[in-house]
């Protein structure tokens, strides 16, 4: 570890605690035990640029272990077979663990990924011991349901039973790594199924850290196996594996077309969450000040990098300038630092490829004609900062309106009508999310029906929780994570018929 990131830790006061893990020589945990390879990945701190720690660079043979672990745990061991009640309340202990570590989760999450600490707290930490606790209790209440024939002559006994879909490969992203595994594990865990994850190689530590929390709370070997690496080598493996049942993935859309096509070659079940271009739709007859703290919130939090960030604005023409004008007054206040300053609202970049890839779209809005109302494309001397980025006057043919950047850049245009605003929001490749922001009923109940949107937002944005599902229409995917209906995603629904003879 560098000077200068011994210097940041110093100055916030990060835990001796932290310290300590990030520190340790990390490895692999396959079935229960540890297991460190002779190659290393590096780990870059992004408020400094600076090299953080190492990982193990996972293998296909690693992978390969891994799978065989989980599926002996699957096919020969006590964790499918344990009653509902004793995984419940192992989860629920996970989640206590969880709990009582969260100071020390957090602060691993912000070093890690460079997000505020406080919003690590808030939303990813506590986020995973709430999606956890949501799923334990599902644990026990999980069953089929019986019927009688409608239609066929005799008499029969005829009933449905729900069960472990199997061995489940997890791949996770980069953005909001602990959170993001907790949404793929959760309703996994809770019906008997193992699992074998593959971290982002950006944003690896919390997931390991997780592990050894497993670990100690009693959490069978085997049931969670963790391979670090690269998503070319380790990702691809998982995905084309043919004694995985199923790929949950969270990423971009041109990994997760790879990622379907490999898993499809072995009728593999998978569950896509992929990017999103999501349209903000703001009436004239909101509170503008309000509205114009929300929209940025939506859109800068983590550093835009959140795969439903409300990324394009179509704001009324009646309020139109007004908007656009106070919009740039409050972005160009929000508070860029490194993510352990307490008053980071928003901070750097994961990683420098990311920051130049924000960077050079902002160059295209502006080669565009997009006017640059506040921000730009420079960068800072140290960590990966880029400044919150706000275009107006844009349009849908702009590459910065239709492609995904996951990063600080709002792109805004007016319209006229609703009808307009429902083409222009609909006119996308993507449909992970909308947003309205209305005070009228009736505007949020015509225009809702009519977005092609996985989720739709009202007067927030990404107001996200454990009991209602989450997932995206078009290139933004399929399947869903969270809330009841996630559940049907990890198990297998088997029809037995009894005949009953006269």
Not at 180 to 208: D, F, I, N, Y
Not at 439 to 468: C, F, H, W
Not at 486 to 499: C, G, N, R, S
Request: net charge negative; glycine share 10%; charged share 25%.
């Amino acid at each position: 570890m560098s000077e200068n990131i011994e210097r940041y830790f110093d100055q916030y006061g990060l835990s001796p605690k932290t310290r300590a893990f990030i520190a340790k020589e990390h490895g692999l945990f396959i079935g229960g035990e540890w297991s460190v390879g002779p190659e290393r990945t590096d780990v870059i701190e992004p408020s400094t640029g600076e090299v953080l720690t190492t990982l193990t660079t996972g293998t296909v043979d690693d992978l390969d272990r891994a799978v065989a672990a989980a599926r002996r745990q699957f096919d020969e061991g006590e964790w499918p077979r344990m009653k509902p009640l004793a995984r419940e309340q192992l989860l629920l202990k996970l989640a206590d663990a969880l709990e009582a570590n969260l100071d020390e989760f957090a602060e691993i999450e912000s070093v890690d990924v460079g997000k505020s600490l406080q919003d690590a707290k808030d939303i990813d930490i506590q986020g995973t011991v709430d999606t956890l606790r949501y799923f334990a209790g599902w644990a026990s209440k999980i069953g089929g349901r019986s019927a009688e024939a409608s239609s066929m002559p005799g008499e029969y006994l005829a009933y449905t039973r729900k069960e472990p879909v199997g061995v489940i490969g997890v791949i996770v992203p980069w953005n909001f790594p602990l959170q993001t595994l907790a949404w793929k594990l959760g309703a996994a865990l809770a019906v008997g199924c193992t699992v074998v994850v593959k971290p982002a190689e950006l944003t690896s530590l919390s997931a390991l850290r997780f592990a050894e929390l497993a670990q100690e709370v009693g959490i069978p070997d085997g049931v969670i196996n963790i391979v670090t690496g690269r998503g070319s080598v380790v990702g691809s493996a998982l995905a084309a594996h043919k004694d995985i049942d199923k790929i949950t993935f969270t990423g971009s859309t041109k990994t997760g077309l790879a990622v379907g096509h490999a898993a499809l070659e072995n009728w593999t079940r998978m569950t896509l969450e992929l990017g999103g271009k999501s349209p903000v739709i703001v009436y004239s007859d909101v509170d503008i000040e309000q509205t114009v703290e929300r929209v940025a919130l939506g859109i800068f939090a983590n550093s835009g990098q959140v795969c439903d960030a409300g990324s394009r604005a179509y704001i009324h023409e009646s309020i139109y300038d007004e908007f656009i004008e106070r919009l740039g007054a409050h972005v160009s206040s929000l508070a860029v630092k490194p993510g352990l300053d307490p008053d980071c609202f928003m901070g750097p970049l994961v990683s420098e490829n990311q920051m130049r890839q924000v960077v050079d779209y902002i160059e295209i809005g502006i080669a565009e004609g997009a006017r640059l109302v506040t921000g730009g494309p420079g960068t800072s001397e140290t960590g990966f900062f880029v400044q919150p980025t706000v275009f107006a006057d844009c349009d849908n043919d702009m590459r910065i309106v239709r492609e995904e950047i996951f990063g600080p850049v709002l792109v805004c245009q007016k319209f006229s009508t609703e009808e307009e605003v429902v083409k222009l929001a609909n006119d996308s490749d993507y449909g992970l999310a909308a947003t309205i922001y209305s005070e009228s009923i009736n505007n949020v109940l015509r225009v809702a029906p009519q977005l092609k949107a996985g989720s739709v937002y009202v007067n927030a944005q990404s107001t996200i929780d454990p009991a209602m599902p989450f997932g995206g229409y078009k290139a933004s995917g399929f399947g869903r994570d969270l809330g009841a209906e996630q559940l049907d995603f990890v198990t297998e629904t088997k029809t037995v018929w009894v005949t009953i003879d006269a």
